[in-house]
């Protein structure tokens, strides 16, 4: 079964077992819709099912209290592991948005369809969503997931034309 994160625990809150949640949706009225959850490890090799008992929201962050998790040891236990749903229990997108986890693996290419890199991760930014690129030649690169620059993304076609701005590739590109 396909499953899409929701959040990651970041840290324990309090001393009953309540794990802050930072939001990986845009809406943090989402959490308070979750029954029944998987927790995933970073390095998704272990999995743990549970279900969501209370959620409060305080200071950005979604206070979930897990069944089974009792004391903040056991939340400190899961730190960064995200907190995931079924696919199919998934808000219906509007016509330009997309799930962060399915822009992972396009391929960017310019509008003279030169290969710009591939999107290796998506991540939250000081000023928004940002796409971590690795170039063909393996130096990475950040692009700003915006309308003017990201002119065109085809989730079928696993890819997304750009309009890059002129040496954006190699202000922090490092080698691998």
Same mark, same amino acid.
């Given at each position: ?93 509007? @016509? /330009?948005?997309?799930?962060?986890? $399915? #822009?992972?693996?396009? %391929?960017? !290419? ?36 915006? @309308? /003017?620059?990201?002119?065109?993304? $085809? #989730?079928?076609?696993? %890819?997304? !034309? ?15």
């Amino acid at each position: 079964m396909n499953r899409i994160a929701v959040g990651v625990i970041r840290k324990a809150h309090g001393v009953r077992g309540e794990a802050s949640v930072e939001p990986w949706t845009d809406s943090l009225d989402r959490f308070d819709d979750l029954e029944s959850v998987t927790l995933v490890s970073p390095e998704e090799a272990q999995t743990r099912q549970t279900s969501v008992e209370s959620v409060r929201i305080h200071a950005g962050r979604a206070l979930l209290k897990f069944a089974g998790i009792e004391t903040p040891e056991d939340v400190q236990a899961l730190h960064n592991w995200t907190v995931e749903i079924p696919e199919s229990e998934a808000r219906a997108l509007e @016509a /330009d948005e997309y799930f962060l986890h $399915d #822009l992972v693996g396009l %391929r960017l !290419v310019d509008a003279e369809g030169r290969d710009r890199g591939v999107v290796t991760d998506v991540y939250e930014g000081g000023g928004g969503m940002l796409l971590n690129v690795k170039r063909p030649d393996g130096k990475e690169f950040e692009v700003p997931f915006a @309308a /003017d620059l990201c002119t065109s993304v $085809d #989730l079928e076609a696993k %890819r997304m !034309v750009v309009s890059l701005p002129e040496g954006i590739e190699d202000l922090d590109a490092v080698d691998e």
